[in-house]
Structure formats: structure tokens, C-alpha cells
């Protein structure tokens, strides 16, 4: 439970930085031929980076979370 706050904030910043990766993608697509090749592969190559961070950590992360809620769930059946 101590860690709740850490694992929460990890899992917004997997998040946020996967969604900036998303988002800079999209906007260099969109543009087409006319978008700097290095850009597109550095924006490419970002979201490579943030959709493997969160395939590797969000399982653990999950994985956490769903113990601490099990340990509430059976304090409070303990409890009534």
C-alpha cells in the first residue's frame, strides 16, 4: 500500500509519454512527404520505445495493483 503512490505516478508517466509518442506520430503522418525523414524516424522510434516500456511494465504494474485490492477486498470481509 506504500507504494500505491509511486506504481500511480510510473503508470501516468508510461502513459503520458506513450500518448506524446501517439500524438507527434500522427501529426508527422499526416503530413506526409513533407515531413523531415529524421523527424518521422526519431517520432517513430519514440513510440517503438514508449509501446515497449508499457508492454514490459504495465503487466507488473496491473499485476500490483490487482494484489492490493485483493488484500482490501479481504480486509473488509474480514472485517464485517
Same mark, same amino acid.
Given at each position: =500500500? %506504500?507504494? =500505491?503512490?509511486?506504481?500511480?505516478?510510473?503508470?501516468?508517466? =508510461?502513459?503520458?509519454?506513450?500518448?506524446e509518442a501517439?500524438?507527434?506520430?500522427?501529426?508527422?503522418? &499526416?503530413?506526409?512527404? &513533407?515531413? @523531415?525523414s529524421f523527424?518521422?524516424?526519431? +517520432? #517513430?522510434?519514440?513510440?517503438? @520505445?514508449?509501446?515497449?516500456?508499457?508492454? #514490459?511494465? +504495465?503487466?507488473?504494474?496491473?499485476? &500490483?495493483? %490487482? +494484489?492490493?485490492?485483493?488484500?482490501?477486498?479481504?480486509?473488509?470481509?474480514?472485517?464485517l
Amino acid at each position: =500500500m %506504500q507504494a =500505491m503512490s509511486t506504481i500511480q505516478g510510473n503508470l501516468i508517466a =508510461m502513459q503520458k509519454e506513450l500518448d506524446e509518442a501517439q500524438v507527434k506520430a500522427e501529426k508527422l503522418g &499526416k503530413k506526409g512527404g &513533407k515531413a @523531415n525523414s529524421f523527424k518521422v524516424d526519431s +517520432a #517513430s522510434q519514440k513510440l517503438e @520505445n514508449a509501446n515497449s516500456q508499457w508492454d #514490459s511494465q +504495465a503487466p507488473f504494474v496491473f499485476e &500490483k495493483l %490487482q +494484489a492490493v485490492d485483493e488484500s482490501r477486498l479481504n480486509h473488509l470481509r474480514d472485517a464485517l
